[in-house]
C-alpha cells in the first residue's frame, strides 16, 4: 500500500481551491484514491470557535492545532483500512501555515501544548505545494468575489504570503508555484506536473542545478527571511542491481526523519536525467540498514540553509572539507527559468552535471580535499 500525504498552502487568492479540484480530477484518473483533509480554520471560525471570540490567540491556535493534527491522524488510520493500492491524503494547509499568524512566544507555547516538535510537524508531510498570491505577479486577478472572508489588500496579502512560504522553509519537498504566467491554467498545470514528480512510481525526473559559491557570510544568511537551517548525514550503502543505494538522516535539534533513496547509475537515454526513488523509514529500519555501508565511502554530513527567496526555493549546503566554498542547488521545473539569486551569495560558477561535485563524489574525499 502506497500512502503519501501533501500540503495545499498559499496566499489569499492563490488558487487552493480550484488547485483541490484539479488534484482530484487528475491523480483520481493516475489510479489514486484522493482524500481530502478540510482547512480547520474555516470549520472552527464558521463554528464560532475565533481568534477574537477564545481568551488569547495562543489559546485558540492550541485548539485549531490539537484538532488539526487528530483529522490528519484519523484520515491516515482510515486510509490504511482501505483496499486501494495508492492512496494520496491532501491536506487542505498544513500544521505549520498557523505558524504565520502567531508571534513567537505564541508559537512556543502552542508547540509546549500540543508536544510536538516544529520539525515533527514540518516534516510530517511527503510534500509542500505553496501557491502564491494573485497580489504577486497576478495583480489583476486580485478579488475579494470568490471568498467573502477575504479582507486582505495586495500589501497586506504579500505580506502573509511570504510569512506562510516561510514557514516551510527547510522541508525537503517545498514547492513554489508562482505566477510567471497570467494564465490561471497554466499555473494549475505547473502544479500537477510537481505533484506528479513527487508521487509518480518509480520516481521523480527532477530539473536540478547547481552552482559553486563563496562560502557564505552566515549571520547574513541567517538573517534572511524564510531563511532554515538542517543537519544531514548521508551514507551510501553497498550497490545493488545498477542502482546506488543511499539512507539519510535529517533535522535538527534531536529531532530527525530518516529515507531511503534508490538512484539509477545510468543516466536514462532519453531524458539524460537520472531516475530516483525514496521512502520513508523509521528510526530501527534506518539504524539496521547503516549495517550495509558501503566502507570505500564517508557518511557525508552537510549543514543545509534553506532560503526561499523570490518564490523561490534554495538549498546551500555546506560540508566540513570547506572553508572557503559551498553549493547552492535549485529544483525547476523549467531548465531555461531565470535564477534570480540573493545577493548574499557569491556565485563562482554552475556545476550541474559536473561528477566531481555528486554527492556520491563528495563522499570519497577526504577533509580538506578538493574535486
Request: with cysteine.
Amino acid at each position: 500500500m502506497n500512502i503519501r500525504k501533501i500540503v495545499i498552502t498559499g496566499g489569499p487568492c492563490a488558487g487552493k481551491s480550484t488547485a483541490l479540484s484539479w488534484i482530484q480530477n487528475a491523480f483520481t484518473e493516475k489510479g489514486y484514491t484522493v482524500l481530502f483533509v478540510p482547512e480547520t480554520a474555516t470549520e472552527l471560525i464558521g463554528g464560532g470557535v475565533c481568534p477574537w471570540t477564545c481568551g488569547t490567540n495562543a489559546e485558540y491556535q492550541k485548539c485549531q492545532m490539537r484538532l488539526q493534527y487528530t483529522k490528519e491522524q484519523l484520515f491516515l488510520r482510515a486510509a490504511k483500512t482501505m483496499s486501494a493500492d495508492k492512496i494520496l491524503i491532501v491536506c487542505d494547509r498544513g500544521l505549520l501555515d498557523n505558524r504565520a499568524y502567531m508571534n513567537d512566544e505564541e508559537f512556543a507555547e502552542v508547540l509546549d501544548d500540543i508536544k510536538l516538535s516544529e520539525i515533527e510537524m514540518r516534516d510530517s508531510y511527503d510534500a509542500v505545494f505553496h501557491l502564491v498570491t494573485a497580489a504577486k505577479g497576478a495583480e489583476a486577478f486580485y478579488s475579494f468575489e470568490n471568498n467573502p472572508a477575504r479582507y486582505e489588500t495586495i500589501e497586506e496579502a504579500r505580506a502573509l504570503d511570504d510569512r506562510l512560504l516561510a514557514c516551510w522553509s527547510g522541508h525537503p519537498h517545498l514547492r513554489v508555484i508562482d505566477n510567471t504566467t497570467t494564465d490561471f491554467n497554466e499555473k494549475m498545470k505547473r502544479l500537477i506536473a510537481e505533484v506528479s514528480s513527487v508521487l509518480d512510481a518509480p520516481g521523480p525526473y527532477e530539473i536540478r542545478r547547481k552552482f559553486l559559491i563563496a562560502y557564505p557570510d552566515l549571520a547574513e544568511l541567517e538573517k534572511m527571511p524564510g531563511c532554515t537551517r538542517v543537519e544531514i548525514i548521508q551514507t551510501y550503502l553497498k550497490p545493488q542491481k545498477g542502482y546506488s543505494i543511499r539512507v539519510r538522516q535529517r533535522g535538527a535539534n534531536g529531532h530527525y526523519i530518516y529515507f531511503e533513496n534508490f538512484k539509477k547509475e545510468q543516466p536514462d537515454p532519453v531524458t539524460g536525467r537520472f531516475l530516483e526513488t525514496e521512502k520513508r523509514l523509521n528510526k530501527d529500519e534506518y539504524l539496521e540498514l547503516l549495517m550495509q555501508a558501503d566502507t570505500t565511502k564517508h557518511a557525508l554530513r552537510k549543514t543545509r540553509y534553506c532560503l526561499t527567496y523570490d518564490n523561490q526555493y534554495f538549498s546551500i549546503d555546506l560540508f566540513p572539507f570547506w572553508q572557503d566554498q559551498a553549493i547552492v542547488s535549485i529544483e525547476m521545473h523549467n531548465a531555461q527559468d531565470e535564477i534570480r539569486f540573493p545577493s548574499v551569495l557569491d556565485i563562482r560558477e554552475e556545476i550541474t552535471g559536473d561528477p566531481r561535485y555528486r554527492n556520491s563524489a563528495l563522499a570519497s574525499i577526504t577533509t580538506n580535499a578538493r574535486p
